[in-house]
């Protein structure tokens, strides 16, 4: 389902939640999220890093690292397919390969991979969901975690191992760790969407509890920005 469509099923929601006197968050349980018992080094000095993500809707993902202290940057875009059908009208139809995803450029010297896969697994979004994320369904909306280099891939099947085996969660986490090919900034008006439109009735229904929930599982990590 295209996100410009699904929004129609987030306003229909957020009429009868507000109807009802509900609050507009999900009412899935909070899961307790271990820190990975592998995780790569907190380093001394300055640097850069990025890592590339995959959970659903990319607005979504892209809010919430956008308010983890040691990311600098957050970009969206698409990972898994080729440059010519990467733009989002083919990317939305799910014959392409790619997954909407998020580039997050961070320093290692203030927060780990692992940490951030932490909140990736914890409240960005939904690892047992296969090929959908709350109202958006098809393989775009695949949870991935792509890696670049050894230590990625080593810390981020060792994650998936050990919360599977610990059942975490109340279904297996279907994320998949795959090599990062190439990732292909989105369309100008999708970067900082929920930042520049937070009163969208998809953002508030959606994406606005993520960033809540980052605030209040992971104080230590949150930044208002």
């Given amino acids: 389902m295209s996100r410009f469509l699904s929004s129609t099923l987030s306003i229909l929601l957020l009429g009868a939640a507000?109807?009802?006197g509900a609050a507009v968050a999900t009412d899935k349980p909070r899961v307790t999220v271990p820190d990975p018992t592998l995780d790569a080094p907190l380093l001394a000095a300055r640097s850069e890093q990025k890592l590339v993500l995959a959970g659903g809707c990319f607005w979504g993902v892209e809010a919430v690292f956008e308010h983890v202290k040691g990311v600098t940057d957050v970009k969206v875009g698409y990972s898994g397919g080729t440059a010519k059908t990467a733009d989002y009208e083919t990317v939305s139809t799910g014959r392409t390969g790619h997954a909407e995803s998020?580039?997050?450029?961070y320093d290692p010297s203030q927060v780990t991979y692992g940490q951030l896969?932490?909140?990736?697994?914890?409240v960005a979004h939904d690892p047992t969901e296969l090929n959908r994320?709350?109202?958006d369904s098809g393989p775009?909306?695949?949870?991935?975690i792509f890696y670049s280099g050894e230590e990625q891939k080593r810390v981020a099947l060792a994650y998936v191992a050990q919360l599977n085996q610990?059942?975490?969660f109340a279904r297996p986490v279907v994320t998949q760790v795959v090599r990062l090919d190439?990732?292909?900034p989105a369309e100008a008006y999708h970067q900082d969407y929920a930042a520049h439109h937070p009163?969208?009735?998809y953002i508030v229904y959606n994406d606005l509890p993520k960033v809540e929930n980052l605030r209040r599982q992971f104080p230590q990590l949150y930044t208002s920005k």
């Fill in 133 to 135: 994320q709350g109202p």
């Fill in 102 to 105: 998020v580039e997050i450029t």
């Fill in 182 to 184: 190439s990732f292909y």
């Fill in 117 to 122: 896969l932490k909140v990736f697994f914890a």
């Fill in 140 to 144: 775009q909306y695949r949870s991935v």
């Fill in 199 to 201: 009163d969208d009735s």
């Fill in 18 to 20: 507000l109807a009802c």
């Fill in 166 to 168: 610990a059942k975490v």
